[in-house]
């Protein structure tokens, strides 16, 4: 059973920086693909960035291109998200997902093709 857990989650104002961290406690994640997603409050659920860890390809939305950057470690089994020049509009919780199987840049963002999914960690930016 795969098991997803997200920390670095907190409280910034706008400008500031926070590094999220996605450890899987089962599996290998070098041959999955792996995405940050998060809510916004009273919003759905969006797609903020991913990778596809056998080829290291990676997609991120249109509103944090620039800003944020995912990576890996392999060896720690883990991704991570960077967020820097954070805005009000970032304040959402942030969740990891993974998928075995390939997944296409144009897929990394869509929820529906990921398998497991973390509790989540919750970042909120003050202005």
């Known amino acids: 059973q795969v098991q997803l857990v997200e920390s670095g989650g907190g409280s910034v104002q706008a400008g500031g920086s926070l590094r999220l961290s996605c450890a899987a406690s089962?599996?290998?994640?070098?041959?999955?693909?792996m995405g940050w997603f998060r809510q916004p409050p009273g919003k759905e659920r969006e797609g903020v960035a991913g990778i596809f860890l056998p080829w290291d390809s990676t997609a991120y939305a249109d509103s944090v291109k620039g800003r944020f950057t995912i990576s890996k470690d392999s060896a720690k089994n883990a991704i991570y998200l960077r967020m820097d020049d954070l805005k009000p509009e970032d304040t959402a919780m942030y969740s990891c997902?993974?998928?075995?199987?390939?997944?296409?840049?144009?897929?990394?963002?869509?929820?529906?093709?990921?398998?497991?999914w973390g509790q989540g960690t919750q970042v909120t930016v003050s202005s």
């Open positions: 089962a599996g290998r994640i070098g041959s999955w693909g």
């Open positions: 997902a993974a998928a075995a199987g390939i997944l296409t840049s144009s897929s990394l963002l869509r929820e529906s093709k990921f398998k497991w």
